[in-house]
């Protein structure tokens, strides 16, 4: 029911910024819970931020709040994720995932549609 692409990775120094952006192609992207996940080398996948359907309700992990920011812009068909202040443990596969609303609750329990990822290295 819907596509979805990240970009906006790359090299960065510890210390900077990116902003991660994952890009929906169909209809009814407002009607998903958006989230964002992260795979660093050599381990499992972990949850970092989700956001409901109407960019209102937002749950951060521990390990990222205070430095990351997820937003949505339905216009758009967009999801975000600014990152501030990263370090070298930020370096990670980062994908983003959607569940429709009609079949989930909040927080979800799990995703149904993922992106390809996109690569972040934090140096230093």
């Known amino acids: 029911q819907v596509q979805l692409v990240e970009s906006g990775g790359g090299s960065v120094q510890a210390g900077g910024s990116l902003r991660l952006s994952c890009a929906a192609s169909g209809r009814d992207f407002s009607n998903y819970i958006m989230g964002w996940f992260r795979q660093p080398p050599g381990k499992e996948r972990a949850f970092i931020a989700a956001i409901n359907s109407r960019g209102i309700i937002i749950n951060y992990a521990d390990s990222v709040k205070g430095r990351f920011t997820i937003s949505r812009d339905n216009a758009k068909n967009t999801l975000y994720l600014q990152m501030n202040s990263l370090k070298p443990e930020d370096t990670a596969v980062y994908y983003c995932?959607?569940?429709?609303?009609?079949?989930?609750?909040?927080?979800?329990?799990?995703?149904?549609?993922w992106g390809q990822g996109t690569q972040v290295t934090v140096s230093s």
């Open positions: 995932a959607g569940q429709p609303v009609y079949r989930s609750t909040w927080p979800p329990k799990q995703y149904d549609y």
